[in-house]
T-cell receptor, first 113, second 116 residues
């Protein structure tokens, strides 16, 4: 059973470009969390999704950030018009259902030049 | 709101030394508590967990006891190895229902380096 997959592992963008981060959950998992880890900090919750549904987006910045988890395919975290402060590691975690153990992917390290 | 505070790092130990990483929390209700480990360039792996007061989580020689009276969940290992070098995160998740159920709140992480 493959683990949680994230791609790309590393992403470099210039200010103003768009970043798309993908997360493929473990087989049988229909829920996904996204977290952001700023340099030398712990992970901070961003958004919680179920297939075709946003459950909790209270951790998402109000502008430029969006997330989706379609019926088919990976979950996508999209950052429009990136700024240097968006440079961070973005982790997703998948789980079977609410309150179940979260299994983390290896992360995408975004660098904004 | 929920919060987790870990002891400041980094922590540097010699092989076979005793390890303690302190973790205290603030939460509404009765959360579940976790320790995650992050090896360089990798994602987080669940190390151990405890879901109610006085529970002891254990795995790979690591232990932590859920202390409700002191709101703590300190991580301990009797004899560390070089391969234990990693970043350790304490975290909690609320057990109440609603949209925040299961959402993890993390401490800032503690870097552990073990020398031969």
């Amino acid at each position: 059973n493959a683990g949680v997959m994230q791609n790309p592992r590393h992403l470099v963008r210039r200010r103003g470009q768009e970043a798309r981060l993908r997360c493929s959950p473990m087989k049988g998992h229909s829920h996904v969390y996204w977290y952001r880890q700023l340099p030398e900090e712990g992970l901070k919750f961003m958004v919680y999704l179920q297939k075709e549904n946003i459950i909790d987006e209270s951790g998402m910045p109000k502008e430029r950030f969006s997330a989706e988890f379609p019926k088919e395919g990976p979950s996508i975290l999209r950052i429009q018009q990136v700024v240097r402060g968006d440079s961070a590691a973005y982790f997703c975690a998948s789980l079977k259902g609410p309150g179940e153990t979260q299994y983390f992917g290896p992360g995408t390290r975004l660098l904004v030049l | 709101g929920n919060s987790v505070t870990q002891m400041e790092g980094p922590v540097t130990l010699s092989e076979e030394a005793f390890l303690t990483i302190n973790c205290t929390y603030t939460a509404t209700g009765y959360p579940s508590l976790f320790w995650y480990v992050q090896y360089p360039g990798e994602g987080l792996q669940l190390l151990l967990k405890a879901t109610k007061a006085d529970d002891k989580g254990s795995n790979k020689g690591f232990e932590a006891t859920y202390r409700k009276e002191t709101t703590s969940f300190h991580l301990e290992k009797g004899s560390v190895q070089v391969s234990d070098s990693a970043v350790y995160f304490c975290a909690l998740a609320t057990n109440a229902g609603g949209t925040s159920y299961g959402k993890l709140t993390f401490g800032q992480g503690t870097i552990l380096t073990v020398h031969p």
